[in-house]
């Protein structure tokens, strides 16, 4: 049973550690990268049984790596800033020797032999790889609550959705257990958990990190991201792992607040939060809005190409091993594959005409700026919640502001916005492909509201 928060439990060692902070620290020798690892297994240990973040923990194959990323700094030999971090990975992403299972039966025991590329890319910065974090079955669901392992929890609340999918990313970085995360996202699913849990959460231009050895949902949406404490957190991971990054703007960047609700309708205390903080930093903001039609034809494109393409990769297990799928997974799926071949098609043709009438937008301006969900974290298995007056289903509204940039392949990027009811809501930043540059620096002059030092996870919470 989760009962209300009534003792606070520490947070793991990174909680309020930025990773400049602990690369220089590694270098001054004031910490090692073998005692970074102890710290995140040990926060595993003591936190993980309350909000369920990892699905794998490695500890022999990261006290491995973290002694030789020691060796190396010894020897001279600097990887750059994510040598001797300890990381966490989505558990959808193949990392070679360690149990990888989609958080679902299907792939129970399952074991790659070869990396993804981005965890290749990681390793060759030194990154100390701690395990692999929960994701919503097959990353098919933005709720974070349908795997085989479990629900990922958010800290703030474990009654409470983390999001998803890549939910337990999230949770493993605000509760402090690593620092850094890696997560997928196809419609929204590194921004949306990062939101609900009040961290940060950038997702690049589509292909800028390679999705080789990522297990599909939708190749035309899915990208990878990152989650950390902070957007400069997020922007330091990016260029370590994407050379020839763009360096910060010289100049502010121009922002345009995108009124949320040209997408979908919009709990007001999140809309205040999210541009409260922006505003504190920018001064009154233009108005814009997405036309009615390109806001509708956003939603047909994104349902129509993702629910072809994740048909298509399950087409084989939906029609011999139905059983094996978590029941509302497999009704999502059976949905998807009655979606009619000329959907798939003409939302295909609709994308040039759709990012024609989106760059519209960023005429007089470098960034766009809306909230990143339209509400707080809900209770775990709600479907439904109140809104603006009315019933809306909770996949709608968690995926309503952010899957139209997966249809364009635009960068965005999540910061803290405060809260409201004491949990995190979070202002999302949007920019043209190339311009990365621009929302690290928008989201380095808004100053976010979260209160980092508000109890989290209490041994209490789970009976």
């Not at 930093?281 to 956003?298: C, H, I, N």
Request: proline residues 7%; glycine residues 10%; hydrophobic residues 40%.
């Amino acid at each position: 049973m989760i009962s209300s928060p009534t003792s606070a439990a520490p947070r793991g060692h990174f909680a309020g550690r930025s990773l400049g902070d602990l690369a220089a620290d590694l270098r001054r020798r004031r910490t090692t990268a073998t005692d970074l690892a102890r710290h995140a297994l040990d926060a595993v240990a003591r936190l993980d049984p309350l909000v369920n973040a990892f699905t794998t923990v490695s500890a022999d194959e990261a006290l491995a790596a973290a002694r030789q990323a020691d060796r190396e700094l010894a020897d001279g030999l600097d990887r750059g800033p994510l040598h001797g971090i300890p990381v966490a990975v989505k558990d959808v992403i193949m990392v070679a020797g360690r149990p990888v299972t989609m958080g679902s039966r299907h792939f129970a025991g399952h074991v790659p032999t070869t990396d993804a590329d981005c965890v290749r890319r990681l390793k060759e910065a030194g990154a100390v790889l701690v395990g692999q974090t929960t994701t919503h079955e097959f990353a098919y669901g933005p709720t974070g609550d349908r795997s085989a392992t479990g629900p990922s929890r958010n800290p703030r609340d474990p009654g409470r959705m983390s999001g998803g999918s890549s939910g337990g990313s999230a949770v493993a970085v605000a509760a402090g257990m690593v620092p850094l995360a890696i997560g997928t996202d196809t419609g929204g699913s590194v921004r949306i958990p990062a939101a609900l849990c009040g961290t940060a959460g950038f997702k690049p231009a589509y292909g800028v990190l390679p999705t080789g050895g990522v297990f599909p949902l939708s190749k035309t949406y899915d990208h990878v991201g990152l989650l950390a404490a902070s957007a400069e957190d997020c922007r330091i991971a990016y260029h370590a792992l994407v050379t020839g990054g763009r360096p910060s703007a010289e100049h502010a960047s121009r922002v345009g607040w995108l009124d949320p609700r040209t997408l979908f309708p919009v709990d007001a205390r999140v809309l205040r939060s999210a541009r409260t903080v922006l505003e504190s930093s920018t001064g009154p903001l233009d108005e814009l809005r997405v036309p009615q039609r390109v806001a509708e034809e956003l939603r047909e494109a994104y349902t129509a190409i993702q629910s072809g393409e994740a048909a298509a990769v399950h087409a084989e297990r939906l029609a011999e091993r139905p059983d094996l799928f978590d029941p509302e997974v497999l009704d999502r799926l059976r949905a998807a594959a009655t979606v009619p071949a000329w959907r798939y098609v003409r939302g295909l043709k609709a994308r040039p005409r759709l990012a024609d009438a989106v760059d519209a937008l960023f005429e007089r301006h470098d960034v766009l700026a809306l909230p990143t969900v339209p509400i707080v974290a809900p209770l775990i298995d709600r479907r439904e919640v109140d809104l603006d007056g009315g019933r809306v289903g909770v996949r709608d509204a968690l995926l309503a502001l952010t899957s139209p940039w997966n249809v364009l392949g635009l960068p965005a990027l999540t910061v803290p916005a405060g809260t409201v009811d004491g949990l995190p809501t979070g202002l999302q930043l949007i920019c043209r492909i190339g311009e990365e540059h621009r929302l690290f620096e928008t989201a380095a002059r808004a100053v976010p509201r979260t209160d980092h030092e508000s109890p989290l996870i209490g041994e209490s919470h789970v009976h």
